[in-house]
């Protein structure tokens, strides 16, 4: 049986574009459900969104940028969000790539926590030039962290996690948080939704936690949001 999907937004409409925040910026999209200063937590290709929902309702005073490239999948956790009062009060979903997010709508130094959760990993040779870890990206997410910001990445695939490994250590802004290139657990963590899925087929997933290293006086890198680096293409 095919289902339609429903085009009603049958409460607030929590959805913003990459030009609503290049336009009027990071306090006016949250406002007025939060106050300046924010703390940024911001998940990249969110999938159905389980995730980045509970990390905005276990931290209602901290804001939270959901971005996704599928437009229904957008969509569906729009709709998911006005129908539930009292949820996303502190939660902004981009339908656009994780690369022009980054690089177009975010300023240096506005993040404290980016989640890359379970990135597609291409495993074709002549497609890892579409894996969303690359080494520009790395750069580019380790300047728009705040000194001591986190980056957290997941995968269950064991070669990108080797890949994702190397890209990550060669990056100089960003320090390995853990003293093994990755976890295979973290107590405490939300599961996404694609994790589960992979966990109950016996499958085991790799975890980094990096953070940015501070920025000295010396740091000549910072930019503003729209600068020319991280562009990669989009994977659908
Ligand atoms: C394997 S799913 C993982 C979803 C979710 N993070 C989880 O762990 O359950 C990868 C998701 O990333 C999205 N995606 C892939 N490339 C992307 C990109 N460049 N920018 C934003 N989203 C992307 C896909 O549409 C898909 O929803």
Request: net charge positive; proline share 8%; charged share 30%.
């Amino acid at each position: 049986m095919s289902r339609t999907l429903k085009t009603d937004m049958p409460g607030p409409d929590r959805r913003v574009s990459v030009e609503d925040v290049r336009a009027k910026g990071l306090e006016a999209i949250f406002a007025p459900d939060l106050e300046p200063p924010l703390r940024l937590v911001v998940d990249l290709g969110f999938g159905r969104g389980e995730f980045v929902r509970q990390l905005a309702a276990e931290a209602p005073e901290t804001a939270h940028l959901g971005v996704e490239l599928s437009k229904k999948r957008v969509f569906k956790l729009a709709r998911r969000l006005a129908r539930t009062e009292g949820e996303g009060g502190n939660l902004r979903l981009i339908e656009a790539t994780a690369e022009e997010v980054t690089r177009e709508a975010l300023p240096d130094a506005s993040v404290d926590t980016f989640w890359i959760n379970c990135p597609d990993p291409w495993p074709k040779r002549r497609h890892h030039p579409r894996r969303m870890i690359q080494p520009a990206f790395a750069a580019l997410l380790a300047r728009r962290l705040r000194p001591g910001g986190v980056l957290e990445v997941a995968t269950d695939h064991a070669a990108y996690a080797r890949w994702i490994d190397q890209v990550l250590r060669a990056e100089p802004s960003l320090a390995n948080r853990w003293d093994e290139p990755f976890l295979h657990e973290v107590p405490g963590r939300i599961q996404t939704g694609y994790e589960r899925d992979w966990r109950a087929m016996g499958r085991s997933l790799h975890f980094f936690r990096y953070a940015r290293v501070p920025v000295d006086a010396t740091d000549v890198r910072t930019a503003p949001a729209g600068d020319a680096v991280g562009t990669a293409p989009a994977s659908r």
